[in-house]
């Protein structure tokens, strides 16, 4: 029974006398296993009293860097300010630094003014160039460090990352078309914002190998480079419906759900199925509307905790934890949609 408190501090937390404690810690017997329980539960409240002491007082500044549609860097801003209250004692200013799209050397010199400024950690949805995995070194090197969300930077030294198994929500994705288109005939669509973000290259491998094994004769049409936003996914969507008229379906990876729905109306199409990622706000109403079958989503509050958590388990606030497993997948269709937006 690993502890770092003495046996006079136990006995007081549990309301036994220093003996007993001492035969329970040290298995001499002569105890009720209640007892035993009893003493392992002062242990447990010890621990946690002393990491809230740990906490009281100290302010953790953290960067949250990103590239991402506005509609879900608001996901992330509203999931993040939600959880500031349950992470007291501690204090956690944000400062937030949210880009739609543009060349990776602006991400890179955002992240370069953190490291010289100095924070208490990084938070970061980057594409995965090697420029920005320079920077992440580099902020690594300053004593800085980042924790990874959504997407992955495996080769660069973050601490860690969080949220889902993409390779694993591309392969639902597939066994959730494949059920629902059954034997209709029709092409699926393949959506991706930048074939520069791991996540989403890791839900088309997902996808993909998963469509390959359980329906091998199905075609899938691959679009990519809309960076998620209407304006440049609509021409892209039709373009790609233009030219094959057996599109019947879409995985939608990432994004820009209003202007691919738009562009098979404009064309009198129709999409017999259509999956998407997270529940934000435009896919929030396209769900409720019927209009998408189904939203992969996860808990974005539950990843901005553990994100917080991680940081301050790097500045020895907390106790060290195992290792970050990925977020549950949700599977959410029009009938089981959360009775407001989590994340």
């Not at 010890?46 to 953290?62: A, E, K």
């Amino acid at each position: 029974m690993g502890h770092p408190f003495p046996i006079r501090e136990i006995a007081r937390q549990a309301g036994l006398s220093e003996a007993t404690v001492d035969r329970v810690l040290n298995s001499r017997g002569g105890v009720r296993d209640s007892t035993v329980r009893e003493v392992q539960q002062a242990i447990a409240d010890l621990d946690r009293q002393r990491t809230q002491v740990r906490l009281v007082g100290r302010t953790f500044m953290i960067d949250i860097v990103m590239q991402a549609p506005e509609r879900f860097s608001t996901a992330v801003r509203a999931a993040l300010e939600t959880e500031l209250p349950a992470l007291h004692p501690a204090v956690v200013r944000s400062r937030f630094h949210f880009r739609e799209t543009g060349p990776a050397q602006e991400q890179v010199a955002i992240l370069d003014r953190i490291a010289r400024r100095g924070s208490q950690g990084v938070i970061l949805k980057a594409p995965d160039v090697p420029e920005v995995a320079a920077a992440v070194g580099r902020l690594a090197q300053a004593g800085i460090p980042v924790v990874t969300l959504v997407t992955d930077l495996p080769a660069t030294p973050r601490l860690a990352y969080v949220g889902i198994d993409n390779r694993a929500a591309g392969a639902t994705a597939a066994y959730l078309m494949g059920q629902w288109l059954g034997d209709r005939p029709g092409n699926v669509l393949t959506s991706l914002s930048s074939g520069f973000f791991r996540n989403e290259e890791e839900r088309e491998m997902g996808f993909r190998s998963a469509m390959r094994a359980r329906h091998p004769d199905r075609t899938l049409v691959e679009i990519a480079e809309g960076q998620g936003l209407d304006a440049t996914q609509y021409d892209l969507v039709r373009a790609a419906l233009e030219r094959d008229p057996d599109i019947r379906a879409v995985y939608s990876i990432g994004g820009g759900n209003i202007a691919t729905l738009k562009a098979f109306e404009d064309l009198g199409r129709k999409c017999a199925v259509f999956i998407a990622h997270d529940l934000d706000h435009d896919n929030d109403r396209l769900l409720r509307e019927h209009r998408l079958s189904a939203v992969l989503h996860h808990d974005l509050r539950q990843d901005m905790r553990e994100a917080c958590h991680l940081v301050m388990r790097e500045h020895g606030a907390l106790p060290p934890a195992g290792p970050t497993v990925p977020s549950a997948i949700q599977v959410v269709t029009p009938y089981n949609m959360p009775t407001a937006l989590t994340g």
